[in-house]
């Protein structure tokens, strides 16, 4: 089959969005990277695997790429003869450069090739509070919870020189009630020169953790990668390993799993916007947008049993139903909500003190954005008119009615522009969802064969979480184990952009900027 | 300004009326509303408590929550009780997630840094045992190994309801038995 302008030897895995997965050598691993760069296409994710067995296997390094058709491609590179490294591919995306040092950090496999500008060989991850000849993916690793342990490092900041220049450290333990994480700018009175960041404070080993879950049990350790996408990564999980081992799902769990994809949208852009008012003063913003957000937590707890619908996604379907009086109470909460939010709205856009916070500030133009491959609903912010509901779309999304949200300004204005455009959106999906919902069952038995004899398998998952693209790559192992589960997060990408979008900003503006974009922490470090 | 104000008075004093959902149930079979743990709070503490939030590798679903804490409906403020950005205006350490090897170090530096009798709470389920992220090369399982925990508030996370009912639990439990008031 033809990738770009490649002949690449790959076939169709049953994903319900188009995915196509192959085995590259060494040498077409760099061009197929370079041929889909320049028919526009981007790299997703990249994560390796140990697939030695005693004296036979290898390393095997993954990447995946959406090509503009609105295909998914996902290349597996052996390395031969027990090679550690592999050609990076920063050179072409330079954004991929922490999802490299991550991997030389998690299975010692290092990115080689690079010009000087974008190598980087410093950890990541990895902080030193665990030896540096550990590497927790690899098959001889095993689980260690003893043993003598060295203390947190140190991090070799790049530092900007020049008359007048200092740094401000900021971190891990931020002000507020939120993930920790480290910040060091750079610079001359109030201007932002330069901002570096360090993450990885709360890597929690969860790729490794996987490899200890039944395949079955997976989902309840993806919907907690990163808690406030629960749904999302849950749904990716499950169809992950939906299409692994061919499990049907029923079309009424389908469609109520977009419902909750939807209400998870919702719940946090209310939030965000909240926090976007109360970073520029107006705490009222904070009170207003919190209390609905609080309304519709309650109602997911009364439905669904769980404020932030968690483990509510399962694999085969969705556990709990909804009634007609449930779907009434849903229809009703929409009426509602959508009233309180047109009139903040109204309030946000006619606030001269507030939009003069909002514009121009921490702008990513549409050309910075590509380069840096920009995700999610800050990519649409920058006119980056994407989304996997509408590029990418499985079902129900085939089925429902949908407008993308996209504006050019790339500043947090547009981010919060965004967010309210979606919030309308997704109340209109919801509706559409709620009045079309299959009839029947919303779980899949599954099948006779017991779980702990199915057979291995790969599989993929690909939602637009409300953050950005979530992506669930899963290599299942027999016997309902988990070989190599990589969830990744729209934050890898969307994290080095912050670092652009604040520069020449002033110090105070950070937390606005930082809000706007909200990255995930937790999704990140894993 | 007017539409501001318009929808402050339509808004009212939310916390007035609690909804039925945010009732639940503590301890034997006993049920506490929001307003009654206000008071309870109020009648032990008679003066303000403080409290630092240090996410040690949650999934930031710990967070949401006691950002929820802070909505209008539970009016926490209003209780005397409040957040603070130093851990040298502290009274109450609030950890949550399963303590990740690379915030050892922070958290260890946030206790050293409040001013005693410090309060120690381990917030849910991974900060009590390290969940289902359990123990590993990243993590330590818990908060336990690091602190000594006064007190843990269970759940995945655990709802603003639960955060406040654990936070009176343990402010209780550090009084002497008299001064505690018989509800």
């Known amino acids: ?526 | 300004m007017w539409k501001i104000l318009g929808r402050i008075a339509k808004t009212g004093i939310a916390t007035e009326a609690p909804p039925a959902a945010a009732a639940q149930k503590v301890g034997a079979g006993e049920t506490a509303s929001v307003p009654r743990l206000h008071q309870e709070i109020l009648d032990i503490l008679g003066r303000a408590l403080t409290i630092r939030a240090v996410d040690a590798g949650s999934c930031n679903g710990c967070e949401l929550e006691l950002n929820a804490l802070n909505n209008i409906y539970y009016n926490l403020e209003g209780l005397g009780i409040k957040f603070v950005a130093s851990p040298r205006h502290a009274d109450l350490l609030l950890v949550s997630g399963p303590v990740t090897r690379n915030m050892v170090l922070a958290v260890q530096q946030t206790y050293a840094a409040m001013p005693a009798p410090k309060l120690v709470v381990a917030l849910g389920a991974c900060a009590i045992d390290g969940g289902i992220f359990g123990a590993n090369y990243a993590t330590l399982g818990g908060l336990a190994p690091v602190l000594p925990v006064d007190h843990v508030i269970p759940g995945c996370p655990p709802e603003p309801v639960d955060i406040l009912a654990g936070i009176l639990d343990v402010v209780r439990r550090r009084l002497p038995p008299e001064s505690v008031p018989h509800v």
Not at chain 1, 38 to 48: D, Y
């Open chain 1, 1 to 526: 089959m033809k990738i770009a302008s490649l002949d690449l030897a790959v076939h169709r895995l049953p994903t319900p969005f188009p995915l196509l997965h192959g085995e590259v050598r060494v040498s077409e691993w760099s061009a197929a990277a370079l041929a889909i760069a320049e028919a526009h296409g981007r790299l997703v994710s990249l994560w390796g695997r140990d697939d030695r067995r005693g004296e036979s296997g290898h390393f095997v390094m993954s990447a995946v790429y959406a090509l503009t058709g609105g295909t998914l491609v996902w290349l597996d590179l052996p390395l031969l003869s027990r090679e550690e490294s592999y050609p990076g591919l920063a050179d072409i995306y330079p954004y991929v450069i922490r999802q490299q040092r991550a991997v030389a950090d998690l299975l010692g496999l290092a990115a080689t090739g690079e010009s000087e500008e974008h190598a980087d060989s410093r950890p990541w991850l990895a902080h030193g509070a665990w030896s540096a000849d550990y590497f927790p993916l690899r098959r001889e690793a095993g689980e260690r919870t003893s043993g003598e342990w060295p203390s947190a490092s140190d991090y070799p900041f790049v530092a900007v020189a020049g008359d007048g220049v200092h740094e401000i450290a900021v971190g891990p333990v931020h002000a507020g009630i939120i993930e920790p994480g480290h910040f060091r700018f750079s610079v001359v009175g109030e201007k932002v020169l330069r901002l570096e960041q360090r993450l990885g404070y709360v890597h929690k080993g969860i790729d490794q953790r996987f490899q200890s879950l039944p395949a079955s049990e997976g989902y309840r350790l993806a919907g907690r990668v990163s808690g406030d996408s629960t749904v999302a990564c849950a749904w990716a999980y499950c169809m992950a390993l939906e299409a692994a081992w061919k499990l049907p799902v029923p079309p009424r769990a389908v469609w109520l799993r977009a419902l909750l994809l939807e209400r998870e949208r919702i719940a946090n852009h209310l939030g965000d916007l909240g926090a976007l008012g109360n970073d520029a003063a107006f705490a009222f913003g904070l009170a207003q947008f919190m209390r609905l957000k609080e309304d519709w937590l309650r109602l997911n707890k009364a439905l669904f049993g769980h404020r932030y619908l968690m483990d509510v996604v399962v694999p085969g379907g969705i556990a709990g139903d909804i009634d007609a009086n449930g779907i009434e109470g849903l229809l009703a909460q929409c009426v509602a909500i959508e009233a309180g939010i047109r009139e903040l709205h109204d309030i946000y856009d006619e606030h001269a003190g507030l939009q003069d916070r909002f514009l121009t500030t921490g702008r990513v133009t549409t050309e910075q954005a590509m380069a840096l491959g920009l995700t999610g609903l800050a990519g649409r912010a920058s006119g980056i008119a994407r989304d996997v509901r509408l590029n990418f779309p499985a079902p129900p999304y085939t089925e429902l009615e949908f407008t993308l949200a996209c504006k050019s300004g790339g500043d947090v204005a547009a981010r919060v522009a965004v967010r309210f455009d979606e919030v309308f959106e997704s109340l209109r999906l919801i509706r559409q969802i709620l009045r079309r919902l299959p009839s029947g069952m919303v779980r899949e038995e599954l099948p006779s064969l017991l779980e702990n004899e199915r057979p291995g398998g790969i599989g993929a998952g690909w939602i637009e979480g409300w953050r950005g693209e979530i992506f669930v790559a899963l290599t299942l192992a027999p016997g309902n184990r988990i070989a190599r589960c990589h969830c990744h997060d729209p934050s890898w990408q969307n994290w080095p952009v912050l670092e652009h979008a604040v520069i020449g900003n002033i110090v105070p503006d950070f937390p606005l900027i930082n809000k706007s974009f909200n990255l995930s922490y937790s999704g990140h470090d894993r």
